[in-house]
């Protein structure tokens, strides 16, 4: 099997033993998750959010789980970031706070939530937050990493990333619930260069062996 799909399978693996579903809730579908439909200011970003994993990146102030998802936590039982200094996730269950590790998502952290299916229904929410992250500079260690871009959109993969040591890039495509996969050493003609939207969170495998600083344009 190819190493990159082992890899994907290994996080998709880790990720569903990391999630304990709870019971179905009354829930908003198909609109921004406070309801509103007047037209967004340039500064405000909707992402949305499928059932199953979704993968989001807080693009405002740092602050406490519960106060980052807000309204999200109508939907979400569960998210997770990812500490690459320790190898390891954090995580904060609703409702299980003796269970929980994860005590604050910085700015420009990314991190991973999940939407019990049936809340949803098959449809697509949306989560609408403040733009206050732009063009960050992100510390890369060897191994796994889970970051966010903040560079404009339109850029693809390998244009964001440029000559770092990058191994694969992966994407998350939360409606199909699977991973697209940048892999630079293959023929270009087989390569998914996907392209970058801002706010979008990203599984970095950095190759070598020091810490490298990624500065998004």
Not at 173 to 200: C, H, I, K, M, S
Request: aromatic share 10%.
């Amino acid at each position: 099997m190819p190493r990159h799909l082992i890899h994907s399978g290994l996080i998709l693996l880790l990720l569903a033993a990391l999630a304990l579903p709870f019971g179905a809730g009354a829930a908003l579908h198909g609109q921004s998750v406070d309801g509103s439909t007047s037209a967004q200011p340039a500064d405000t970003v909707i992402s949305p959010v499928a059932g199953g994993w979704t993968l989001l990146a807080n693009l405002g102030e740092g602050a406490a789980p519960a106060l980052v998802l807000g309204p999200l936590l109508t939907w979400v039982t569960a998210a997770f970031t990812y500490d690459a200094a320790l190898g390891r996730f954090q995580t904060f269950r609703v409702g299980q706070a003796p269970r929980n590790d994860l005590s604050r998502i910085d700015a420009g952290q990314p991190f991973w939530v999940f939407v019990p299916p049936e809340r949803l229904d098959g449809d697509l929410g949306f989560w609408e937050q403040l733009a206050l992250v732009r063009n960050q500079d992100v510390a890369l260690r060897p191994g796994f990493n889970l970051v966010a871009w903040s560079g404009a959109d339109g850029a693809t993969v390998s244009q964001a990333i440029g000559t770092l040591p990058i191994r694969r890039a992966y994407s998350w495509d939360a409606t199909a619930q699977r991973f697209d996969v940048w892999n630079p050493t293959l023929p270009p003609a087989l390569q998914n260069d996907f392209v970058l939207e801002y706010g979008a969170g990203l599984w970095i495998d950095l190759g070598g062996s020091a810490v490298v600083t990624w500065a998004q344009p």
